[in-house]
């Protein structure tokens, strides 16, 4: 059964580091999502990607985050600069129709821990 | 703004047991909505989803959800729960704003099973 695949499957930083957290969406995926739960909170979305740019971001995906596409198969997500307040965990998502009729495929999650 | 309210944070229910969890939403369109469920050391996967036609949804592993849409939920439900049902879950909505899908979670139920 196709999957999501994330990596690092837990990664610890010192503050104003910067980390990349990578996933390989599922390979006829047009859709890529980056959600985050911090520990005992809710999972929220970050942001939505779709042909090749940011089709939807929320309010935390601010100047620090940043994601790319660089080949046809990784989707990252950057953090410039950590803060404590990212230590989550950091789950991708794809999806075959952005919704319309299908779900969202999840990752099995990197969880970050900002020291 | 859209919101996903689960009313139940922490349940403990013995094997056997029914089980029901609320789930209510915020939004005055049309939605598609979800049951994840998050087993421990995993990543989200589906349970059920409700796109059209018969309320009533039947799931994966015994669970269904009824979507009430004049009060706005879509409660989940298992006749009789067993120990490997401990996990998390997480109500979802989907709506189309402008052609894109929007998910939003609840903060999640974690149940707990006892033997």
């Known amino acids: 059964e196709p999957e999501v695949t994330q990596t690092p499957s837990h990664q610890v930083t010192q503050m104003g580091q910067e980390v990349i957290l990578r996933c390989v969406p599922i390979?006829?995926?047009?859709?890529f999502y980056w959600y985050r739960q911090i520990l005992g909170q809710k999972v929220e979305f970050l942001v939505s990607?779709?042909?090749?740019?940011?089709?939807?971001k929320s309010e935390i995906f601010d100047d620090q985050f940043s994601v790319e596409r660089p080949d046809g198969s990784n989707f990252t997500l950057k953090i410039r600069s950590t803060k404590l307040e990212d230590s989550a965990m950091y789950f991708c998502?794809?999806?075959?129709?952005?919704?319309?009729?299908?779900?969202?495929?999840f990752g099995e999650g990197s969880r970050l821990t900002v020291l | 703004a859209q919101s996903v309210s689960q009313h139940n944070h922490h349940v403990i229910l013995s094997e056997a047991a029914s089980l029901e969890l609320g789930c209510n939403y915020s939004?005055?369109?049309?939605?598609?909505l979800f049951w994840y469920v998050q087993y421990p050391g995993q990543h989200l996967q589906l349970l059920l989803k409700?796109?059209?036609?018969?309320?009533l949804v039947k799931g994966i592993k015994g669970f269904e959800a009824e979507f009430i849409k004049s009060k706005f939920s879509f409660n989940l439900r298992k006749p009789s729960v067993q120990w490997s049902d401990t996990a998390e879950y997480f109500c979802?909505?989907?709506?189309?704003?402008?052609?894109?899908?929007?998910?939003?979670f609840g903060t999640g139920t974690r149940l707990k099973v006892l033997a």
């Open positions: 998502a794809s999806s075959e129709d952005g919704g319309a009729t299908g779900e969202l495929f």
């Open positions: 939004y005055g369109g049309t939605v598609n």
């Open positions: 390979s006829n995926h047009l859709y």
């Open positions: 979802a909505v989907n709506h189309t704003t402008s052609g894109t899908y929007k998910y939003i």
């Open positions: 409700y796109f059209s036609g018969d309320p």
């Open positions: 990607f779709y042909n090749n740019e940011i089709s939807e």
